[in-house]
């Protein structure tokens, strides 16, 4: 059986980590975008809005952790830099998407 490369078991952490902050500034942004509307629409107190960004943040920064140790855990079985680099991004995606249902939990459980 062959050894995993070095560079390409380093490689799918760095990019699920990568790719997660980025789809993670992305999500920030967007919601940063379309909160006034929201804040009209949905809260009924003051500190609602407030709230919300708070536990994004929160969950921004525990999806930002799991896709680094998911990335780091996964990349045990990574072969080539190919595999790395779609490990990789899979858990990117999957963090982006992890958080994106977040944002909407909390706009919908909180206010």
Do not use: K
């Amino acid at each position: 059986m062959d050894q995993p490369r070095p560079g390409a078991a380093l490689l799918a952490p760095v990019v699920a980590f990568g790719g997660t902050a980025l789809g993670s500034l992305v999500v920030h942004l967007v919601h940063r975008a379309f909160a006034p509307q929201l804040v009209l629409a949905l809260c009924s107190r003051p500190s609602c809005a407030l709230d919300v960004a708070l536990w994004s943040l929160v969950g921004g920064f525990a999806v930002l952790c799991l896709a680094t140790l998911a990335g780091t855990v996964l990349a045990f079985r990574v072969r080539s830099v190919r595999e790395a680099l779609r490990t990789g991004g899979l858990v990117a995606l999957g963090g982006t998407l992890l958080q994106v249902l977040g944002a909407v939990l909390l706009w919908v459980l909180l206010p």
